[in-house]
């Protein structure tokens, strides 16, 4: 399925086995340096709950692929409503095993974006919301060639902390962290503690880094706070990627 509006592009397609849609502007494509930005959802969502946000960053004049996380959307496991219960008491390992066989996959959607598209790693970003903000996490540790990330609501704790020596993700990675004060399922601690020692660890924190924590917010944020944070989350991609 291809649709055309006002010059912009929007393209359901599959990278190997990962159900993909593509938003971009077609000016955008045809140029030869080009940004892009990979999104991943939350739990027991899907791409197209973002479609707003991917049009957005396309707007931005980035390339955006909003992807179907594992056992997901057009890759549904069929028990995933029963998996992801939360009186499962397996259910945060289930989680946590969908993250990490997504994040594995990070390689594939980059040669895609680098062969296909002609975008290079440097251009490259990913953004997760929720469980996609712990796959971004997840990324980092075992992929750290892309150039920023933007993790909103979630933890470096389960994902990014077990890969050893994390910090060396960081020594050409720029990554914006969002999470808000009143999370009933999130704790900020982790992502406190990280960014603080990536202040400690790099002057150039103030230009390569950003904590943001919405105070009054809850896991589904304030009208308010969530228009600030994705218009925040938006300049620091362009800022990173354009």
């Given at each position: 399925?291809?649709?055309?509006?006002?010059?912009?592009?929007?393209?359901?397609?599959?990278?190997?086995?990962?159900?993909?849609?593509?938003?971009?502007?077609?000016?955008?494509?045809?140029?030869?340096?080009?940004?892009?930005?990979?999104?991943?959802?939350?739990?027991?969502?899907?791409?197209?709950?973002?479609?707003?946000?991917?049009?957005?960053?396309?707007?931005?004049?980035?390339?955006?692929i909003g992807i179907d996380c594992v056992w997901h959307g057009e890759r549904l496991n069929p028990d995933?409503?029963?998996?992801?219960?939360?009186?499962?008491?397996?259910?945060?390992?289930?989680?946590?095993?969908?993250?990490?066989?997504?994040?594995?996959?990070?390689?594939?959607?980059?040669?895609?974006?680098?062969?296909?598209?002609?975008?290079?790693?440097?251009?490259?970003?990913?953004?997760?919301?929720?469980?996609?903000?712990?796959?971004?996490?997840?990324?980092?540790?075992?992929?750290?060639?892309?150039?920023?990330?933007?993790?909103?609501?979630?933890?470096?704790?389960?994902?990014?902390?077990?890969?050893?020596?994390?910090?060396?993700?960081?020594?050409?990675?720029?990554?914006?962290?969002?999470?808000?004060?009143?999370?009933?399922?999130?704790?900020?601690?982790?992502?406190?503690?990280?960014?603080?020692?990536?202040?400690?660890?790099?002057?150039?924190?103030?230009?390569?880094?950003?904590?943001?924590?919405?105070?009054?917010?809850?896991?589904?944020?304030?009208?308010?706070?969530?228009?600030?944070?994705?218009?925040?989350?938006?300049?620091?991609?362009?800022?990173?990627?354009?």
């Amino acid at each position: 399925m291809i649709q055309r509006i006002v010059s912009m592009l929007i393209k359901k397609l599959r990278i190997e086995e990962i159900p993909a849609l593509l938003y971009a502007k077609e000016s955008v494509l045809r140029g030869k340096t080009k940004g892009a930005v990979i999104m991943y959802h939350g739990s027991s969502a899907s791409k197209e709950i973002h479609e707003k946000e991917l049009k957005s960053i396309a707007e931005a004049g980035l390339l955006a692929i909003g992807i179907d996380c594992v056992w997901h959307g057009e890759r549904l496991n069929p028990d995933l409503e029963n998996l992801f219960n939360h009186n499962n008491p397996d259910m945060f390992k289930n989680m946590l095993k969908a993250v990490n066989a997504t994040a594995l996959e990070l390689p594939v959607l980059t040669d895609f974006l680098n062969k296909n598209l002609g975008v290079q790693n440097r251009r490259i970003g990913i953004l997760g919301i929720s469980m996609g903000a712990f796959i971004v996490y997840k990324a980092l540790s075992i992929y750290p060639k892309i150039k920023c990330s933007a993790a909103i609501l979630g933890t470096p704790k389960y994902c990014l902390y077990e890969s050893g020596n994390y910090l060396k993700s960081f020594s050409k990675h720029n990554l914006l962290s969002v999470n808000a004060g009143k999370d009933q399922y999130i704790s900020n601690k982790e992502t406190r503690h990280l960014h603080s020692i990536l202040k400690k660890r790099y002057e150039s924190y103030a230009d390569r880094f950003l904590y943001k924590e919405y105070k009054l917010s809850d896991h589904f944020m304030l009208p308010d706070d969530w228009n600030d944070c994705w218009h925040c989350s938006l300049d620091f991609l362009k800022k990173n990627l354009s």
